[in-house]
């Protein structure tokens, strides 16, 4: 089998990873899942009723990494109107503030990256072989959405070729019911936003 390391991000990722992993155990087993596979969430903040991943939450306090941040005037991509709510939604990450997700990512990207490389030697990543990553996220939510550049960026400088992925995003459309919550009703525009981010950076060259 193929080195793979599955990864969910946010909210609506993990949910789905840890279906993907049950169908695993289903097939294989708990104890025998191929040791070519991992499975690994990564959100602002963990899910204590999801029980049978590995899930990073934020590992710096969000309100005085933005505190810092802001000091050293490298925020300059945090929209001016959302920093009145930015205390209220670094408490409460699933507000579904994109920018909120990018900040959680940035304050943990370090550790991020250590515990995919912790992954990659475990699914026998090397030089001489390749592991394939398939993330998966709501492209419309707060942290899954706003984290995925951040850290397919993060991870590709890190590993270049070493590593191929492939992503997976939720549309915006499955969210939108009538009576949502207010939160809900950025669905739509966090969706909008990802798409012209990702098309943005599919049809530019960096070179």
């Known amino acids: 089998m193929k080195p793979t390391i599955y990864r969910g991000l946010g909210g609506t990722g993990i949910q789905t990873l840890s279906y993907l992993k049950k169908q695993f155990v289903d097939a294989y087993g708990e104890e025998h899942i191929p040791k070519e596979v991992a499975f690994l969430g990564v959100d602002a903040m963990c899910f204590p009723y999801i029980d049978n991943l590995d899930i990073i939450g934020c590992q710096i306090p969000l309100v005085e990494y933005y505190k810092a941040q802001k000091q050293k005037g490298s925020l300059k991509w945090l929209h001016d109107e959302n920093l009145c709510g930015i205390p209220t939604t670094i408490s409460f990450p699933n507000a579904s503030l994109r920018t909120t997700g ?3 990512a940035d304050a943990s990207i370090s ?45 590709r400088n890190k590993f270049g070729e070493r590593i ?44």
């Open 102 to 104: 990018r900040l959680a």
């Open 111 to 155: 550790h991020i990256i250590y515990e995919f490389e912790k992954r990659m030697n475990t699914v026998g990543g090397s030089n001489d072989v390749h592991v394939s990553v398939y993330v998966i996220t709501s492209l419309a939510g707060g942290f899954g959405s706003g984290s995925l550049i951040p850290i397919v960026a993060a991870l």
């Open 164 to 207: 191929k992925v492939y992503g997976h995003g939720v549309l915006h459309n499955i969210f939108i019911i009538e009576n949502n919550p207010p939160s809900s009703q950025l669905v739509l525009p966090n969706g909008i936003a990802s798409i012209l981010e990702l098309d943005h950076l599919f049809s530019t060259n960096f070179s």
